[in-house]
């Protein structure tokens, strides 16, 4: 059974700084790309970033958000920097990763962390 545990949300003031981790654990063969969504409140959940082959960010990210990866761990981490009041919502963990080598890869996702910035 696969595991995607997030860690690091809390309470951050605006313009100041939050560093989320996701750990993998259980069967895995391999991981292809990992990725952060958010879901923010009364807003469907979106893409922040995605690291794989190559590395994608939303457009409202790119230059405030850094992920990052290391594989030897199965661990994935967000670097969020001058967050603001809209980046309050719930972060999740994805991973698309193969148990087997016999099976095909699928989604697999975390519980959430809840990142909460005050003004």
């Known amino acids: 059974q696969v595991r995607l545990v997030e860690s690091g949300g809390g309470l951050v003031q605006a313009g100041g700084s939050l560093t989320l981790s996701c750990a993998a654990s259980?069967?895995?063969?391999?991981?292809?790309?990992m990725a952060w969504y958010r879901r923010a409140p009364g807003k469907q959940r979106e893409l922040v970033a995605r690291i794989g082959r190559s590395t994608n960010y939303a457009d409202w990210a790119k230059g405030r958000f850094t992920i990052s990866r290391n594989n030897a761990e199965n661990a994935v981490y967000l670097q969020m920097n001058s967050v603001n009041g809209e980046d309050t919502a719930v972060y999740y963990c994805?991973?698309?990763?193969?148990?087997?080598?016999?099976?095909?890869?699928?989604?697999?996702w975390g519980q959430g962390t809840q990142v909460t910035v005050s003004s």
């Open positions: 259980g069967r895995i063969f391999s991981i292809n790309d």
């Open positions: 994805y991973a698309s990763l193969r148990p087997s080598p016999w099976h095909n890869p699928s989604d697999y």
